[in-house]
């Protein structure tokens, strides 16, 4: 989900190349944490609404924000960080996230929170691809997808772990607890980072207006739209789950659970379409899982606006839900590499980017439309996952 800059290898001396990828596991700690942290309000935001004394709709600004932030600040961070060294900058980035978690986990106002969020935001932003190109320059180059793939790893299994149990500490013991528990994570990465990773260099420093420059390849600036199309439509609705899942009779106590079958689905998802880009191509990927995911929306809505209750069906729709969501990003990265194949790093970055506008926008048109019934937020978020299919058969050559 992020882009992974380019830092030399150290010496099997300096690294201990035979221990680099069981380093890596603390690595994966840090994305793990982030990949929670993203996404965790999800499953308590009617609590802290009314903790907070806000409105549910509202309350998903806290999303929107911490996508739009991440968004914005990714490349200016890489810019203003590039020649900081490696495990300083990742231990930094890691204790403001824990910082900016015990803040969200204090904040007595919507207000500092939101500043809150920023602010774990862009700690997240300065980690997570910088993780990725720690764990690749500990390793020999035979090993580096493994190292890679243990460090993505962390965010994937956040998707189907973090989140949902982050959801039932909130129900145990409170959302500011969850909160909490997410600092503590945050806090123990830090110092396995600033304990068993070695000391890299930064990297040279590339101008932000260098980095932003691959957006006049016209095929590029027309494959990124459908990453904020995409990203939009598959969160129309997650960022209120709570509610979303609860008109389809799936009651506060079940929610972690179908949030898990999300998070497998997401997994699913992500593994396969990486195969299945290889041997089909991106656009038949990306076709599927567009029509996957609005039929899955629209079956939802259907489901809610009758008021029918089939717990089963709603979690088979769920994992198909998560699937259908991130399948995208390894056949629209494959689209962007293949677009600017020379300019591979920066158009991976673009992309990230592009994934966090897409789920800030599809939050903030879900606190838009949650107020019009949780039907009409399905049918929404069905319908802009129908543009997009219609934006990549126009654009597929």
Known sequence: MSSIPVIARVSASEAGVSNSLRRTLILALGTFAVGTDSFILAGFLPDLAGALRVSTATAGLAVTVFAAAYA????????????????????????????????????????????????????????????????????????????????????????ALGVPLGDLLGHWLGWRSALTGVAIVCVIAAAGVAAWVPALPGNPYVPLVTRLSVLRNRSVATVLPLTVLGMGAAYVAYAYAVPALGALGIGASSTAWVLMLYGAGAVAGNLSSGYATDRWGATRVLTVGYALMAAALAVMGVLAASETHIPALVGLLAFAWGAASWCQTPAQQHRLIAAAPQESGLVVALNASCIYFGIGAGTLLGGITIGHGVAAMYGLAAAVAVIGLGYLRLTAR
Do not use: H, Q, Y
């Not at 930094?92 to 500043?115: E, H, Q, R």
């Not at 980690?127 to 390793?139: C, K, R």
């Open 72 to 159: 914005l600040g990714s490349p200016v961070l890489a810019t203003l960080t590039a020649r900081l060294p490696r495990r300083t900058l990742l231990v930094s980035a890691l204790l403001v996230l824990a910082l900016a978690n015990l803040g969200s986990a204090l904040a007595p106002t919507f207000a500092i929170l939101l500043a809150t969020r920023i602010l774990a935001a862009l700690g997240a932003a300065a980690f997570t691809p910088n993780a990725g190109a720690v764990a690749s320059a500990l390793v020999e180059p035979e090993k580096r997808a493994r190292a890679l793939a243990v460090v993505v790893g962390g965010l994937t299994i956040a998707t």
